[in-house]
């Protein structure tokens, strides 16, 4: 089947991004290896496609293969000229207004990150204030952080590929927390990350809460598989998944982990082993494992991994509550009351959370290579916080090989990734992958999922 597209030239609304330089313009035109244009052409693609029900990046730029996005520069500013794009992003060919607000927020952190980070000497990425402080300026660049604001915001996460159930539930979650006035902020996609989103609109609507935060946090590797969903209202592009997730915790004044599968588990792995470090024992951080009746036993699976790989002390970070949309948002609204308690006690900033110690070895970029994957240390001889980066990065691999576009096609030119490690940490870890595959949890519903990697005792 042909897929219908379209040509168009568009501008972004007033006040939506700065007139950019003609060096910047060069470097989006530059359509090398070495220039922006193949990342900032890829994430484009992948919000025109939004509301696609496609996960994998790899086929989505082969769907679309003649798609071209060109930055024209004018003496009153900047267009963008788009060539074969996918014709579901406009109504009667005008763009909707909510794609293109996140066309150009693509545009906005793609020069950002390339001349204020990586090029500007005052950012040191090789210490690990270094690389906090670059995410807290791609943050308030993005202009979605909220000073003003006693502490709110919930990030939910949770898997794109959940049965019908699940997203009602995280609806419900959503609408919850909406009437108690809390904004989201999740992975941008669909999913449990569009369902709290969706149901905290109505929730607001009742309130008559006129300005909700709807914040979806990104990367270029992932969002061709997780397009951004239409309610999104402030989207943000981080450069790689570690800054993404540490936008996440950051920002973030709670969690609430809906059913997923690899990512989930990886996002799961790295808040506790956030939390599990010595220097944030004291600090309050709401995190709270919620689903419908037929969710018990993911949950039961994730707390089975958890007690076996990080111990009990992991365990008391977290709750699970089962079918109780209401008692989750009150335990997170009673968690984020003490949060604010801390914060200010300390005097920390409420709109981005400095006195959080994240170690470096979760934000170092791990690429999933099959010779990383293969070499990971997944024994526990180590301090618990590591083993859970190590254990964080598995996941973040297999990610990688089910849906990028790299990973997807380092799979398919290596074989598997295999993973390797003690046999009571792999005997765990066979059972937890099994479980997502079994639950249908790696890919949409309707496709046969392929593993991409094979564990090693």
């Known amino acids: ?203 607001h609507a009742k309130q008559r809460i006129k300005h909700g935060q709807y914040l979806g946090i990104t990367e270029p590797g992932i969002i061709a598989a ?65 689903g419908p009746d037929s969710a018990g036993e993911y949950f039961e699976q994730i707390d089975k991994f958890i007690a076996g790989t990080l111990g009990p002390k992991a365990r008391q970070r977290y709750r699970i509550i089962i079918d109780d949309p209401r008692q989750t948002a009150i335990e997170m609204e009673a968690g984020i009351h003490e949060v604010r308690a801390f914060r200010k006690s300390t005097g920390d900033a409420y709109y981005f959370n400095w006195l959080l110690q994240i170690d470096k070895v979760f934000q170092t970029p791990f690429v999933p290579t099959h010779e990383n994957m293969k070499n990971l240390a997944l024994h526990k001889n180590q301090e618990t916080h590591v083993l859970a980066a190590n254990l964080r990065r598995v996941f973040s691999g297999i990610v990688a090989g089910n849906v990028k576009d790299e990973g997807i096609r380092a799979v398919e030119q290596h074989g598997h990734f295999e993973i390797r490690g003690d046999a009571a940490i792999m005997e765990l870890m066979d059972s937890l992958l099994a479980s997502f595959v079994q639950q249908h949890r790696m890919k949409l519903p309707g496709k046969k999922y392929m593993p991409c990697y094979r564990i090693i005792q």
Not at 126 to 141: K, P, Q
Not at 178 to 196: N, S, Y
Not at 230 to 235: A, E, G, H, M, T
Not at 244 to 253: I, S
Request: aromatic share 8%.
């Open 226 to 290: 997780e397009s951004p969903n239409p309610i999104v209202n402030d989207l943000v592009i981080l450069p790689d998944i570690e800054k993404r997730l540490e936008a996440f915790v950051r920002t973030g004044h709670g969690i609430v982990v809906f059913p997923g599968g690899a990512g989930t588990a990886e996002e799961i792995l790295y808040i506790l082993g956030i939390l599990l470090h010595p220097d944030n024992e004291a600090m309050p951080f709401p995190l709270i494992f919620s």
């Open 1 to 203: 089947m042909k897929n219908e597209v379209i040509d168009a030239v568009i501008s972004p609304e007033e006040g939506r991004l700065e007139i950019l330089s003609k060096a910047e313009v060069s470097k989006l035109l530059d359509t090398s290896q070495g220039g922006l244009y193949k990342v900032f052409r890829n994430c484009a693609l992948a919000v025109l496609n939004c509301g696609s029900s496609m996960d994998d990046g790899k086929e989505l730029l082969e769907r679309y293969p003649s798609f071209a996005i060109r930055v024209v520069q004018e003496q009153r500013g900047i267009k963008l000229e788009l060539k074969s794009a996918p014709a579901h992003a406009f109504v009667d060919g005008r763009m909707i207004k909510g794609i293109k607000e996140h066309l150009f927020a693509v545009l906005r952190d793609i020069i950002y990150v390339s001349d204020e980070i990586y090029k500007n000497s005052l950012f040191n990425l090789e210490t690990s204030r270094g690389i906090s402080d670059a995410v807290f300026h791609i943050l308030r660049n993005a202009n979605i952080l909220r000073p003003m604001h006693n502490p709110n915001l919930v990030v939910c996460w949770g898997g794109h590929s959940i049965s019908r159930k699940e997203y009602d539930y995280t609806k419900q979650v959503g609408h919850e927390l909406g009437l108690r006035g809390f904004d989201i902020c999740t992975g941008c996609g669909p999913g449990a990350m569009k369902g709290p989103m969706k149901g905290a609109t109505i929730g």
